[in-house]
Nanobody, 115 residues
Framework: QVQLVESGGGLVQAGGSLRLSCTASGSTFSINAINWHRQAPGKERELVAYINSGGITNYADFVKGRFIISRDTAKNTVYLQMNSLKPEDTAVYYC?????????WGQGTRVTVSS
């Protein structure tokens, strides 16, 4: 199994930045990719970005040019650097691991962007 713990959320003003972290433990060798998703109040959960085991990344159009996903393999941690934040980025952000043993969600970290 894989366990995921997110951190780094908080309250920030529009235009500001935050860096989220997702640290994996357990059978980390089995992870093929880690996604960041978000869920805003009253909305469905949506994919924000992902990074796979080869380091390939991809982003949703609504964060391209503002968010950067990266990883530190030695720390089993994936980061989401969020810049130029907008009020519409307010959501709970979750990381999601796709592994050979199944797929796993973290508990989420809340991001609130004030206008």
């Amino acid at each position: 199994q894989v366990q995921l713990v997110e951190s780094g959320g908080g309250l920030v003003q529009a235009g500001g930045s935050l860096r989220l972290s997702c640290t994996a433990s357990g059978s980390t060798f089995s992870i093929n990719a880690i996604n960041w998703h978000r869920q805003a109040p009253g909305k469905e959960r949506e994919l924000v970005a992902y990074i796979n085991s080869g380091g390939i990344t991809n982003y949703a159009d609504f964060v391209k040019g503002r968010f950067i996903i990266s990883r530190d393999t030695a720390k089993n941690t994936v980061y989401l650097q969020m810049n130029s934040l907008k009020p519409e980025d307010t959501a709970v952000y979750y990381c999601y691991a796709l592994s050979g043993f199944g797929n796993y969600w973290g508990q989420g970290t809340r991001v609130t962007v004030s206008s």
